[in-house]
C-alpha cells in the first residue's frame, strides 16, 4: 500500500521570496476567503506565536483574522505581512487583450 501525506504549502515557505510570491498569487484571485487561508498558511510556516510577537496582536486575534469568513483590518494585515518580511506592492492591472 502506498502512503500518501497531505500537501500542506507551509512546509515551502521558508524565505521571503517564496512567501512572497505564495501571497502574489493569492491576492491575484481577489478571493478574499483564498486571501485570508494563504495569510493563516504563511503565519503557520512562520509559527503563530512569533507572528503574535511581532505584531502585537494575540495568538487568538490572529486565529479570528485569519478565518475565511473574516475581513481583517488593513492595518492587521500590513503588520502581519511585515511580520512575514515582505510588504504590499501596488502595479498596474494589465488588460487582457480580446480575440
Do not use: H, Q, W
Not at 1 to 26: C, H, Q, R, W
Not at 45 to 65: M, Q
Request: aromatic share 10%; hydrophobic share 40%.
Amino acid at each position: 500500500m502506498v502512503k500518501i501525506s497531505k500537501f500542506d504549502a507551509a512546509d515551502y515557505l521558508k524565505n521571503p521570496a517564496a512567501i512572497a510570491a505564495y501571497l502574489t498569487e493569492a491576492f491575484e484571485t481577489n478571493d478574499a476567503s483564498y486571501i485570508c487561508t494563504a495569510l493563516d498558511t504563511v503565519a503557520r510556516a512562520k509559527g503563530i506565536g512569533d507572528v503574535a510577537k511581532a505584531t502585537g496582536l494575540s495568538r487568538e486575534s490572529l486565529y479570528k483574522t485569519f478565518r475565511d469568513t473574516a475581513k481583517p483590518e488593513f492595518d492587521t494585515v500590513r503588520k502581519v505581512m511585515e511580520s512575514f518580511g515582505v510588504k504590499l506592492v501596488a502595479e498596474p492591472i494589465r488588460k487582457k487583450k480580446a480575440g
